[in-house]
């Protein structure tokens, strides 16, 4: 008979942060435990808010499904002697399974027979086997931190106030944190702090109700979309949308009532990020426009209580936002007292990393690199590249970043506007941030492009040449999200450019600070732009698949917008119905050169017909596929080589490679060299999967 599965955890307020991974957590985790314990069960649903976790399983079978093993024994010639008796081994076999020698069969393997036994297995109670499971199920829900409390040794988010385990209308017996489970959940913790009764999923979903608590999260989140829409219309205005923002108040209520707050207009003067940074950040308000866009001297924070005196809430949230405003309203106005060219020499003082030096000495390596970068792609620009490289770092020592970090990049190209630099060098300023989140925008300007390559590979060389490489648990540098930044700039901009040249000048600038050879930390951070590139190529909406993104790299990932669009063309060309021929041949040759023959070809030596023809229509394919391949045109350069695939055959059906001779055999071990020279140009084909 299948049951509801119903658990909660009755917390003190959970991190917002910490809920939905929670939650994710504890959804795949006891799939996982009712799969391995054969439980059947039904498609599991899980939901909570700041104060409880909650996890429903429908269609739960009430026992194990039975089981019936097969267990080899021992070889049939080892368990009976000659008379046809049982001997010791068979019987200590039977004895060891819990069966008798006559339960014994004789099963057919490919190694000949053997014993054989069928152990039945009846099915647990699942009511046993989730009672002993939950302490452990709940003391391995993940958090970024745990804590202690009282004098427990046990951790969790938050402590934990209660704990309701149903298996139907039975309560699952278990204890955790010196709570026992039981059938009683709590309402509201201010509005409604009554103890409320379980039976099952969607009554008490009613009662939470009634008891001031929202649980679903997508219901919470409607009601505090429409609350604050409903609420900024009141002053005409709308929300500015910020699905994080909202996203993030969702887990910080249980039961959402949206106010109106109204702060001073000699707020507005400062600059739109500045002010919704704080209306967001430290307040987690929502800001308003009005219908053209422009910021309102207005907010709509959520509270978790319905207050009795509305007015004097609001303005108790102005009062706090207003502080904040001040704040920001001094340290704009003192940064503008400074120039930023000022302002860069400030940063002598500020240490980037010890073994690293100070922000001003990785500004000077990261302009030179940016200026280089400029030189080869945009001369023209090298002059603006080099202004906004020299001043990109100023905002981090004005007051404003340093009350509101966040804002680097932004306030410096505000900054920059205010001292009348060009909007190029100002926008630059910005733009060398990005991307500066996953999947964010990258640079809309060559200038912020090329700063932002100098300054991640600056970091990327400077972190490996130290020995600061990241681990599997930690990457305090970001270096994959910078090293998958350089590889996305260089290919939405796109940009051709060598990635060993600016790895090398790089790590020439670095050459006082290495505490290893610049070729082993050069070899190192090649490696893990390669793996990076194949990580990103794999994410693709037409990612090839990783045997073809191996081979396709394999070439060399030195100009990264060549290497992707290789990769792509080669993903194309294996779907061809006739490719698993061609790539056949083409690791026959590849092979059957233990070590490459480099001497020339030479036409005099050939004994078969189908010696020259290789070699000519060989000599065809090179011209070709080098014209091809100087356009990058891959998909052409692999219809080249793919005419070579009769050829190839004809040659190995008609001429023995190693000959007696060795001239003769040395001669055709190079044109086979040349062969497969020519499809390396493209890729490796050995590393590519054929059925």
């Known amino acids: 008979m299948a049951k509801t599965l119903y658990i909660e955890i009755g917390t003190e307020e959970i991190p917002a942060g910490y809920i939905v991974p929670a939650l994710e957590s504890m959804s795949l985790r006891m799939v996982r435990f009712l799969d391995d314990n054969r439980i059947a069960h039904g498609e599991p649903t899980v939901t909570g808010t700041p104060r409880r976790l909650v996890l429903h399983v429908p269609g739960v079978a009430d026992c194990q499904q039975a089981v019936r093993t097969e267990v080899i024994g021992p070889p049939k010639s080892a368990a009976y002697d000659a008379q046809g008796k049982p001997t010791k081994a068979a019987e200590g076999f039977a004895k060891g399974q819990g069966a008798s020698v006559g339960d014994l069969t004789i099963k057919q ?107 679903d999260i997508a219901e919470r989140r409607e009601l505090i979309r429409q609350g604050a829409a409903t609420a900024a219309a009141g002053v005409g205005g709308k929300v500015l949308a910020d699905d994080e923002l909202l996203d993030e108040i969702t887990q910080l209520v249980e039961f959402p009532q949206p106010l109106v707050g109204r702060f001073e207009d000699k707020y507005l003067e400062l600059p739109p990020e500045l002010l919704i940074t704080v209306i967001k950040k430290h307040q987690r308000y929502f800001a308003l426009t009005d219908g053209a866009g422009v910021l309102l001297p207005y907010f709509v924070t959520i509270s978790n209580t319905v207050p009795r005196d509305f007015a004097l809430v609001e303005a108790g949230n102005a009062r706090v936002v207003r502080a904040r405003l001040e704040d920001a309203r001094f340290y704009y106005r003192e940064d503008q007292k400074v120039t930023l060219d000022n302002r860069v020499e400030q940063l002598k003082g500020v240490v980037f990393h010890s073994k690293i030096g100070t922000s001003y000495e990785k500004m000077e390596r990261f302009s030179e690199l940016a200026v280089m970068l400029a030189e080869k792609v945009a001369p023209d620009l090298a002059p603006e590249v080099r202004r906004a490289a020299l001043l990109c770092k100023a905002d981090l020592v004005s007051g404003v970043v340093s009350e509101f970090p966040e804002l680097q990049g932004i306030m410096g190209r505000t ?81 051709r450019i060598s990635l060993a040249e600016i790895i090398d000048r790089a790590l020439a600038l670095l050459s006082g600070k290495l505490t290893q050879p610049a070729e082993n930390v050069k070899r190192d951070i090649s490696a893990f732009f390669e793996g990076r590139l194949q990580h990103y190529l794999a994410t693709l909406d037409e990612g090839a698949s990783p045997d073809v993104i191996e081979a396709a790299l394999s070439v ?94 004809s040659f190995f059906d008609t001429v023995l490679v190693m000959d007696k001779d060795d001239s003769v055999r040395r001669n055709r071990l190079a044109l086979l060299t040349r062969t497969r020279d020519l499809f390396a140009r493209v890729a490796d084909f050995r590393k590519i999967q054929t059925p």
Not at 158 to 187: D, T
Not at 642 to 647: F, H
């Open 415 to 495: 900054y920059a506007r205010l001292q009348g630099e060009p909007e190029a060098v100002a926008e630059a300023i910005y733009e060398h941030y990005l991307p500066n989140r996953s999947g964010g925008p990258v640079p809309s300007r060559i200038e912020g492009s090329l700063i932002s390559i100098a300054d991640k590979i600056d970091t990327i060389a400077a972190c490996f040449g130290v020995g600061m490489l990241p681990t599997g648990t930690a990457d305090p540098f970001a270096l994959r999200r910078q090293t998958l930044g350089i590889i996305r700039i260089v290919l939405e901009t796109p940009l």
């Open 556 to 649: 060399g990932i030195d100009d990264l917008l060549e290497a992707v669009q290789r990769t792509k063309a080669l993903s194309l060309f294996t779907a061809r119905p006739d490719f698993g021929d061609l790539a056949a041949a083409v690791k026959r040759v590849a092979n059957i050169i233990k070590a490459p023959e480099t001497a020339p070809v030479d036409a005099l030596l050939f004994k078969n017909p189908a010696e020259g023809t290789l070699f000519d229509e060989l000599a065809k394919a090179e011209a070709e596929v080098g014209s091809r391949l100087a356009r990058s045109d891959f998909a052409g350069a692999l219809e080249s080589m793919a005419r070579l695939k009769p050829m190839i055959d």
């Open 109 to 215: 393997t490919p190694k000949g027979e053997y014993l054989c036994v069928f152990r039945e297995e009846a099915g647990l109670a699942a009511k046993e086997i989730l009672e002993k499971m939950l302490p452990d199920f709940i003391a391995k829900i993940p958090f970024p931190k745990s804590m202690h409390w009282s004098s427990y040794t046990v951790t969790f988010a938050r402590p934990i106030q209660w704990i309701v385990a149903l298996f139907a209308q039975e309560v699952l017996q278990c204890e955790y944190a010196h709570v026992r489970s039981g059938k009683k959940s709590m309402g509201h913790r201010f509005m409604s702090p009554v103890w409320i009764e379980v039976n099952d999923l969607e009554g008490h979903r009613e009662n939470l109700r009634k008891n001031r608590v929202i649980l």
